[in-house]
DNA sequence: TATCTATTTGGCTAATATGCCAAGTAGATT
DNA sequence: AATCTACTTGGCATATTAGCCAAATAGATA
């Protein structure tokens, strides 16, 4: 495996990897509807402000989400809104898993 | 956050995390080609034997690879062929932190 | 049957991730 | 300036993951 696929490879995992978590897939899922705050995002996952805000620098580093200082509150958005796309393949995975007849991506609500 | 958003978010999470990985993800893009067995992964991979069949362990509890014996050898495959569409918004993300004009996901070359 | 090849599993160590509390920073308000 | 609110960072304990070696399993071949 050439250094240049190698690089490939790692930069994708680096992505997926801050996505797989529950509480940062919420604060994905909840941006695509609109900005948030951290402490509206902190009331949603349920969690201590600083966990939640580590959450928000592990999406901010993998280049998820962008963040903006108004007043004292920081709204934090997706960098690239069609990231939920993602899903469909990811229901298609849990779709197969249980049994039901392959749908791919896209083409079952998500 | 409600007992079916939770599950259905830990559920989004396991497929994420199983792909979360620059080895599992060079197999997953070997498997998009074609079948393999776990010997061709592990030179493909670069890893011990036991280490590439724990990813692999890994890929089909996540519900992403299905398995089948033939003569003495296990060949893999991916249960549903459409999730390297995935790796279009995972594309998206990477563009976009290296600051080049956003482009949604399938719009640009995997 | 003995043996060889392909693969999986157990067990261990090292590395990484998670989550909370406490402390620090920055802008807004008094 | 003192204080308040919103957020981030440091530090630590715990949990999860990764990778190797050694051992177990299963089918193929001698």
Redesign the pocket.
């Known amino acids: 495996m050439d250094a240049i696929r190698k690089a490939h490879l790692s930069a994708r995992t680096q992505v997926l990897?801050a996505m797989?978590?529950p509480?940062r897939l919420l604060i994905i899922e909840e941006l695509e509807k609109e900005e948030r705050?951290?402490?509206e995002l902190?009331n949603m996952v349920g969690?201590?402000?600083?966990?939640v805000?580590?959450?928000?620098?592990?999406l901010r580093h993998a280049g998820i989400v962008l963040?903006e200082?108004r007043?004292?509150?920081?709204y934090y958005r997706l960098r690239v809104p069609c990231i939920l796309n993602f899903f469909g393949c990811v229901e298609s995975v849990l779709a197969a898993r249980n049994g039901d007849p392959a749908v791919c991506c896209g083409k079952g609500e998500v």
Request: with cysteine.
């Open positions: 990897k797989a978590h509480s705050c951290v402490c902190t969690a201590d402000v600083s966990t805000s580590k959450h928000l620098s592990v963040d200082k007043g004292n509150q920081v």
